[in-house]
């Protein structure tokens, strides 16, 4: 049964860039679309992006400018990275694979502050 | 964008209770139409997936129907664990995709 499990440091300040891992155990990358999603606290959620098992990705316009997914397929890795934070992206940030997500990360909070 | 409205945003119920939220989305999405729970602290968990199937390991309480841009989820019996927020999204638009705002369902 695929698990994934996602880190990344989760207190930055105003211009840092916010880096994320989500690691896929017991599956594969391939064949599926990989999401990263976040949750403001108390809101909803939203979407950031997604890639395939080949690197072609895609980005919420909103988010576009700052917003890369790459992957480690050696590692079975996924990554998010998202420049220039400010307060507004303080969210829980989850990976999920594909278009109906599931499974789930645990869930990363990433709190920017100066 | 497709735009994802759900209704109500909140409700109360009780335990034994039939409880429907809506989903309607701002263009046709087909069957392209996927329902979650989330409970405090926790990440979402799929319930229903193209509008109607079943995600394995759901109580069959839980059922969706719907295509187009109206779709349903009900509960057929809310039971305690029940109380959580439901989110629709849409993946018709795999390039944009978009969630509802959430319907949270209190104890009454």
């Known amino acids: 049964q695929v698990h994934l499990q996602q880190w990344g440091a989760g207190l930055l300040k105003p211009s840092e860039t916010l880096s994320l891992t989500c690691g896929v155990y017991g599956g594969s990358l391939s064949g599926y679309y990989w999401s990263w999603i976040r949750q403001a606290p108390g809101k909803g959620l939203e979407w950031i992006g997604e890639m395939d098992h080949s690197g072609s990705t895609n980005y919420n316009p909103s988010l576009k400018s700052r917003v890369t997914i790459s992957v480690d397929r050696s590692k079975n890795h996924f990554f998010l990275n998202l420049t220039s934070v400010t307060a507004a992206d303080t969210a829980v940030y989850y990976c999920?694979?594909?278009?109906?997500?599931?499974?789930w990360g645990q869930g990363t909070l990433v709190i920017v502050s100066s | 964008d497709i735009q994802m409205t759900q209704s109500p945003s909140s409700l109360s119920a009780s335990v034994g209770d039939r409880v429907t939220i809506t989903c309607r989305a701002s263009?046709?999405?087909?069957?392209?139409l996927n329902w979650y729970q989330q409970k405090p602290g926790k990440a979402p968990k799929l319930l229903i997936y193209?509008?109607?199937s079943l995600q394995n390991g759901v109580p069959t309480r839980f059922s969706g129907s719907g295509s187009g841009t109206d779709f349903t989820l009900t509960i057929s019996s809310l039971q305690p664990e029940d109380f959580a927020t439901y989110y629709c999204?849409?993946?018709?638009?795999?390039?944009?995709?978009?969630f509802g705002g959430g319907t949270k369902v209190e104890i009454k």
């Open positions: 999920a694979r594909g278009a109906a997500f599931d499974p």
């Open positions: 263009q046709t999405i087909n069957t392209f």
């Open positions: 193209g509008a109607s």
């Open positions: 999204q849409q993946s018709y638009s795999t390039s944009r995709i978009t």
